[in-house]
């Protein structure tokens, strides 16, 4: 049987949204009446089919009954342990404590650099620290468990003490057992759970929250001709699959984040698809995060008016990712990127 994807689309923001969820011309996102959309795709691996969730009620049973469950899903509030989802998107600032990171390696390693790196993105607006000491930059090479462990372990100490939401980026189950005492909030592992199978146990007895990652691969061939079938369906299948073993591993909390992985895995066609389409993630109904700080697709689309930071892109991008509800954006320029939505957001709303 031909299996069906809804993706929300055709959104509102703001004052505009709010009016269109009172007259009951648009649903409201995750229960949110400052983004609302009032069109669907109906979605196969054959064709789409945009309609007015007014419609609805006029297709077929069996079609209807699917929309309506995943609506059901795209429209209910989400909650997550740690985080509010009442303003988002949220930022997740990004600590690299690595030499060799693909745009900032070798900035906060050394002393308390990355200590304070993490103050000042707090300050300025970031809601998740996200600490890793490994990098996963296309073609970068495996880190021994100890020296990642040694990278990380002292900035992780300090970050216990002053309270903040720390998300943890790493493949190893050793790592992941260490930092356990450090009272982290989030895992952000890129290999989307797969490279230790011991990861899932350690998740299991911690209750710890998590994010679902999806790469092709490993870092060090992702980027070799990676190929799907249809790249949005295929992803979208991953995460279900994956959700659905996590659930009878005896994962039974719902604090799990999905990221499609951006550059991890896609050439720039399939990243462009994602990031047009990311609205269909929400019919899983888990919240989305999305990470396009500095990535090599930027540099792709802006041919010879690309730079270092490439912010210009990394706000573009993240203000289109905004307009179609996804709740966390990993940046490393919190400040500009911050600033950049609270200029919009003002301006919605004039």
């Not at 929309?67 to 690299?96: A, H, T, W």
């Not at 984040?257 to 929400?282: A, V």
């Amino acid at each position: 049987m031909q299996k069906y994807y809804t993706r929300a689309c055709n959104f509102y923001y703001g004052r505009k949204s709010v009016e269109k969820v009172l007259n009951k011309s648009a649903l409201p996102l995750n229960d949110n009446n400052l983004i609302s959309f009032d069109s669907i795709e109906i979605i196969s691996r054959k064709n789409i089919k945009r309609i007015n969730v007014k419609k609805i009620n006029s297709l077929k049973p069996f079609l209807k009954k699917k929309i309506k469950k995943d609506l059901k899903e795209i429209i209910k509030k989400k909650k997550f342990k740690g985080l509010n989802f009442s303003d988002v998107p949220l930022l997740m600032g990004i600590i690299n404590l690595t030499p060799d990171s693909f745009s900032d390696g070798g900035k906060y390693n050394k002393k308390n650099k990355g200590f304070h790196h993490a103050k000042y993105l707090i300050k300025k607006g970031c809601k998740i620290l996200d600490i890793g000491g490994e990098s996963t930059r296309p073609g970068s090479n495996e880190v021994e468990k100890k020296k990642e462990w040694k990278r990380i372990n002292i900035t992780l100490k300090k970050l216990k003490k002053i309270k903040k939401f720390v998300s943890l980026d790493t493949r190893k189950s050793w790592i992941i057992k260490k930092a356990i005492n450090y009272k982290i909030n989030l895992i952000n592992d890129v290999s989307g759970l797969s490279y230790d199978s011991n990861t899932i146990n350690i998740l299991k007895d911690s209750k710890i929250p998590f994010v679902i990652h999806h790469m092709k691969g490993n870092p060090k061939t992702m980027q070799k001709n990676p190929i799907y079938k249809n790249v949005l369906l295929d992803i979208y299948d991953f995460f279900e699959t994956k959700i659905k073993k996590i659930k009878l591993n005896g994962i039974k909390h719902e604090n799990i984040i999905l990221d499609p992985g951006i550059g991890f895995g896609k050439n720039l066609k399939h990243n462009i698809t994602l990031m047009s389409k990311i609205s269909i993630f929400h019919s899983l109904g888990f919240p989305i995060m999305l990470g396009v700080s500095r990535k090599r697709f930027i540099k792709d689309l802006s041919g010879n008016n690309d730079s270092k930071e490439r912010l210009g892109g990394t706000i573009s991008s993240s203000l289109y990712a905004m307009m179609q509800g996804v709740q966390i954006l990993r940046v490393h320029d919190v400040n500009e990127v911050n600033q950049s939505l609270k200029v919009f957001k003002s301006l919605k709303f004039l």
